[in-house]
């Protein structure tokens, strides 16, 4: 009996001992399969937050995109980087979707965003630097533009003058033919002496006398003065209808009839002048003269023949 006690308990003994080892090993894997399952669900908690830091990035690199697409420069090597940086976020973009699951990777492309974020606002420095130099050289050149158009107005404003002086003094120096008489002539006694005729048909010249006034700012010297006469049949009388016998008056050209060289000096001076004797019979009718001398009409009078 007490054999089989022995044996009894020793087997009850094996048995617990099996029992209890089982049970370690049931423990052993059920920690083993809770730590993997953590272990699992923590890789895929990182693997999600990895992804939404990497779309994350990818929102921030658009909208860094965005505000380098917006800014506005006229500087052409500011242009130039600018585009330059612009490239680079799409090469950023590019590598954030390609390396998603990388955190060293996600973690370097996001230390070039922040550097091409510092970048951007050096831009918008730089954008107002010289939005404000281009002010103020445009408030300068508007008042130097100002200053220009004053000193314009005064150059002109001074020409203007000086032109109406000059006219003044021109006006002032041209002669005038006074106490204009005109008269038809024919001559006698071998032409030793002359009568006045209003006949046409006896007329065989014109005469002409006149004084030119005294002008004390008038140059001295020798003046040639012509004698222009429109004919009744609206005509001008000439020894021939060629350039050598033209003269300008008023801004305009004409024939004379006759001219005359005198040496003014600048006091009252009489001088008479003659149209040569013609062939050509003189029509009845009225005779404009015009006495010229400095290219303007100096004097003026009328002949009427019968």
Known sequence: MEEQE??????????LVIIGIETILVGLLAWQFF??????????????????????????LQDLKS????????????????????AMIDSLSVLAKKHEGDA??????????????????????????????????TVQKEKVQVALNEEKDKVKTLKQEK???????????????NNVKVSGVRTKSGGKKESETK????????????????????????RAVYIRIVTPDGKEMAKSLDESNTFSFNGSKGYF???????YVNNDMPV?????????????????????????????SELVLE
């Open 6 to 15: 022995e044996k009894k308990e020793k087997s009850s003994r094996i048995y």
């Open 35 to 60: 730590s993997q399952r953590t272990r699992v669900e923590t890789i895929e908690t990182e693997k999600l937050v990895f992804v939404e830091k990497a779309e994350n990035l990818q929102t921030e």
């Open 67 to 86: 505000e380098y697409e917006n800014l506005r420069i006229s500087d052409k090597k500011l242009q130039k980087d600018l585009e330059d940086k612009l």
């Open 104 to 137: 060293y990777e996600i973690y370097k492309l996001r230390k070039e965003t922040e550097t091409l974020r510092r970048i951007m606002k050096h831009f918008v420095q730089q954008i107002d630097s010289l939005g404000r130099l281009n002010k103020e050289i």
């Open 163 to 177: 032109e109406e002086l000059t006219n003044t003094v021109n006006l002032g120096s041209v002669l005038k033919a």
């Open 199 to 222: 006949s046409a048909k006896r007329v065989e010249k014109i005469k002409i006398t006149f004084t030119l006034g005294e002008n004390k700012i008038a140059k001295k010297g020798d």
């Open 257 to 263: 009839a006759t001219k005359t060289t005198v040496n």
């Open 272 to 300: 008479t002048v003659y149209t040569a004797k013609s062939d050509i019979k003189f029509l009845p009718g009225k005779y404009i003269i015009e006495i010229a001398s400095d290219n303007a009409i100096i004097g003026q």
